[in-house]
């Protein structure tokens, strides 16, 4: 019994070891962003909110337009708002 206590704690210590390496390293974590985008925590994001997030670099000289465009194209249920599934969705593949 003691055995799998220690084990178990092990498991969980190395889980939770490689959860904090994969932020650090910068890996896409879309939950947490869209966490911190929701100003009002109602469980979905405006246009206003959306347009808040940083720019990745080398695209800082894009237009508030183009905040319009991405969010058009990923509120899929043309609802106004992203919830986290639209938010999360990557862009289709271009061919």
Same mark, same amino acid.
């Given at each position: 019994?003691?055995?799998?206590?220690?084990? /178990?704690?092990?498991?969980?210590?190395? +889980?939770? /070891?490689?959860?904090? +390496?994969?932020? !650090? $390293?910068? *890996?896409?974590? =879309?939950? !947490?962003?869209?966490?911190?985008?929701? +100003?009002?925590?109602?469980?979905?994001?405006?246009?206003?909110? #959306?347009?808040?997030?940083?720019?990745? =670099?080398? *695209?800082?000289? $894009?237009? =508030?337009?183009?905040?319009? $465009?991405? #969010?058009? !194209?990923?509120? /899929?249920?043309?609802?106004? #708002?992203?919830?986290? *599934?639209?938010?999360?969705?990557?862009? =289709?593949? $271009?061919?």
């Amino acid at each position: 019994m003691k055995l799998i206590k220690i084990g /178990t704690l092990v498991l969980g210590l190395l +889980a939770f /070891t490689n959860v904090n +390496a994969q932020d !650090k $390293k910068g *890996n896409r974590n =879309p939950e !947490k962003a869209f966490e911190k985008l929701d +100003a009002n925590n109602d469980g979905k994001l405006s246009l206003e909110e #959306f347009s808040a997030r940083k720019q990745k =670099p080398g *695209n800082e000289d $894009k237009k =508030p337009a183009d905040n319009e $465009k991405v #969010f058009a !194209k990923k509120d /899929t249920n043309s609802d106004g #708002f992203l919830d986290l *599934n639209e938010f999360s969705a990557r862009p =289709p593949k $271009k061919e």
